[in-house]
């Protein structure tokens, strides 16, 4: 405790100085033991962001909606950051990727019934079942279908994996281990076939007041757009960076890691996200 105490006051002296707000966006259904479901914003991620956001003297708000909302409201800059977002080409015109000190690694979700899966091939002409908002996968590249839920919260997911209304469900590993643990009798497999761990990042609206950029002298437009090619760099003396780097500086330290364990092994209550509007398209 005194550790962690020693660091923050460490980095407050190190780090620019801001007097602010940062607006973090998420959904209203819960992601433990990331967030809580609305009303509640309690979890790992505001953890870490208010330590963060309080290093720079800055505050920490949180705004829920649900989830196409919450990213329309980032692109255009009326939300500052979302906590875990994962990067895509079309995404990066819009938004600034930084490492948030966690670590994201997928799994596939089935009834229990289903037989091992070892590759994505064995996924094909199968029903993908994934929220609103969320990002295109090398699987929908697939012959599949996609079934979309509203604020899908991983209890809804395993309601519908269990009815059988759709085949698999894409999730990370330490969120259901979680939530597996609370609920044991869930009637589904987990197969960690297909993915690999990788870092986690934040995602911050290039539009956000607090955001400055310009041009990256070392971008290469011959290669593919990545978190580590892109067109443009932050400024350093822009809020947004001296939040990343308070981030960062938390993860260096060990701070992120012993939060994460400390949530991660609590005995938190069961999940109760909001209601999921499900509905079917074809891909």
């Known amino acids: 405790m005194y550790r962690i105490s020693f660091f923050i006051v460490l980095m407050t002296i190190c780090l620019p100085a801001f007097s602010c707000e940062i607006t973090m966006g998420y959904r209203t259904s819960a992601r433990l033991p990331l967030i809580a479901a609305m009303p509640s914003n309690q979890g790992l991620y505001k953890a ?3 330590r963060a956001a309080q290093n720079i003297n800055c505050k920490l708000v949180i705004k ?5 909302r919450i990213i329309k409201l980032l692109n ?5 950051f979302y906590p875990g977002y994962g990067f895509n080409q079309a995404r990066s015109e819009f938004t600034h990727f930084f490492e948030n000190g966690l670590t994201s690694h997928s799994v596939v979700i089935t009834h229990r019934d289903v037989a091992k899966i070892d590759n994505l091939k064995q996924l094909e002409n199968k029903v993908l079942l994934k929220p609103y908002g969320g990002r295109k996968s090398a699987i929908e590249e697939r012959d599949i279908m996609v079934r979309y839920g509203q604020d899908l919260g991983i209890a809804d997911a395993i309601k519908v994996i269990e009815k059988k209304q759709a085949d698999f469900f ?5 969120s259901i281990d979680y939530y597996l643990a ?6 589904i497999k987990i197969h960690d076939c297909c993915y690999l761990a990788k870092p986690m ?5 290039r539009k956000s007041k607090h955001y400055e950029s310009s041009l990256n002298p070392n971008y290469l437009p011959e290669q593919a757009v990545s978190v580590n090619n892109v067109p443009y ?8 960076s001296a939040f990343a780097n308070a981030v960062k500086a938390l993860a260096e330290n060990g701070v992120i890691k012993q939060l994460e364990q400390q949530y991660y092994s609590a005995a938190l209550d069961s999940e109760q996200p909001a209601s999921s509007d499900i509905s079917a398209t074809k891909h």
């Open 182 to 187: 609370q609920q044991p009798k869930a009637q």
């Open 170 to 174: 894409i999730y990370n590993k330490a």
């Open 233 to 240: 760099l932050v400024n350093e003396g822009s809020v947004a």
């Open 64 to 68: 829920r909606a649900p989830k196409k």
């Open 201 to 205: 990042h934040f995602g911050f609206s």
């Open 76 to 80: 255009e800059g009326a939300i500052d």
């Open 48 to 50: 870490i962001y208010q």
